[in-house]
């Protein structure tokens, strides 16, 4: 079965550069969830997108920026990059045609700042 | 508050021995349980869900876990683990009735596998 798809994998940014992660969710499937994950800590909600619009909104800080797209697909947009931005970003998707809201996890994308 | 809580940071375990890891949750409306495992640098894997019926859950690998509603408890375990078990082990709650419900996790088990 198709599973929720990040690029990249893997990312390295200097301090105060940009940097862009991008999530395709399940076939089918139109809400999305970003969490952060820092070094040995659990992961935690960043922010969601319905219908390309936001759903929710967690701790994320202000030099963030996310958005879904009309084929369902969202983008988290990371600017003035810091060193303790370095963390692993999930991405998760469900969807509304369901029973529950039951996410489904991305291998997510480790942003390493230097 | 909706909360997860891990009691133990550690756990160190012989192979071959049982295993249970202990989780708690505080949740007002009705809970949505997950168990996943995550080995170092690697994504989140899924190991065992409960929504409803049966309060005894199958997951994969061989674990299993006990929802008790009276205790506000989630525990996983494993009859024989192996040395590939060895990983950080997440408890998570969510109730995912609405889009806007997200998943909270507890700060994870680090679980240890001696020869």
């Known amino acids: 079965a198709a599973g929720v798809i990040q690029s990249p994998r893997h990312l390295i940014k200097e301090k105060r550069e940009t940097a862009t992660l991008k999530c395709y969710p399940i076939p089918r499937h139109d809400t999305v969830y970003w969490y952060q994950q820092g070094p040995g800590q659990d992961p935690q909600f960043l922010i969601s997108f319905y219908e390309k619009m936001q759903s929710d909104k967690g701790s994320i800080p202000d030099r963030f920026s996310a958005q879904q797209f009309s084929d369902y697909h969202s983008e988290l947009n990371m600017s003035s990059l810091e060193l303790g931005d370095s963390a692993l970003y999930f991405c998760?998707?469900?969807?509304?045609?369901?029973?529950?809201?039951?996410?489904?996890f991305g291998p997510g994308t480790r942003l390493t700042v230097t | 508050a909706q909360s997860v809580t891990q009691p133990d940071i550690h756990i160190t375990v012989s192979e071959g021995a049982s295993l249970e890891l202990r989780c708690n949750y505080s949740?007002?409306?009705?809970?949505?349980l997950f168990w996943y495992v995550q080995s170092p640098g690697q994504g989140l894997q899924l190991l065992l869900k409960?929504?409803?019926?049966?309060?005894l859950v199958q997951g994969i690998k061989g674990f299993e876990a006990e929802f008790k509603r009276s205790q506000s408890s989630f525990n996983l375990r494993k009859p024989s683990v192996h040395w590939s078990d060895a990983a950080e082990y997440f408890c998570?709650?969510?109730?995912?009735?609405?889009?806007?419900?997200?998943?909270?996790f507890g700060k994870g088990t680090r679980l240890h596998i001696l020869p």
């Open positions: 949740y007002g409306a009705t809970p949505y």
């Open positions: 998760a998707s469900s969807s509304s045609g369901t029973r529950t809201y039951e996410q489904y």
């Open positions: 409960y929504f409803s019926g049966d309060t």
């Open positions: 998570a709650v969510g109730a995912l009735a609405n889009r806007d419900d997200k998943i909270i």
